[in-house]
């Protein structure tokens, strides 16, 4: 499994549905970027300036929101997930 470093976490996306509430298929590129997805690993927090670390506040199982545009595509062992910083999420799905 990957184990992310620092502040960064890793996102197993939740894709984005193939077709719309009327039941309408859509194209693939007519399809918006998922902006959710599940945490499946984090990393140990946030160093600050003085050596102490303060941990993240999001943790492994949470679901997300994130910004739409962030964070880098990570393929390991044929699974496809997202890395990004704790700062890119923008809210814990309860």
Known sequence: MLK????RVIIEVTEAAEETVGGIVLASNA????V??????????YVLN???VRDLTVKVGDEV????YAG?????EGQDYLALHEKDIVAVVE
């Open 65 to 68: 929101l994130f910004d739409k």
């Open 4 to 7: 992310p470093l620092g502040d």
């Open 72 to 76: 880098q595509e990570v393929s390991f």
């Open 31 to 34: 399809k918006d970027k998922p």
């Open 36 to 45: 959710t997805g599940k945490v499946v690993a984090a990393g140990t927090g």
């Open 50 to 52: 003085d050596g102490t």
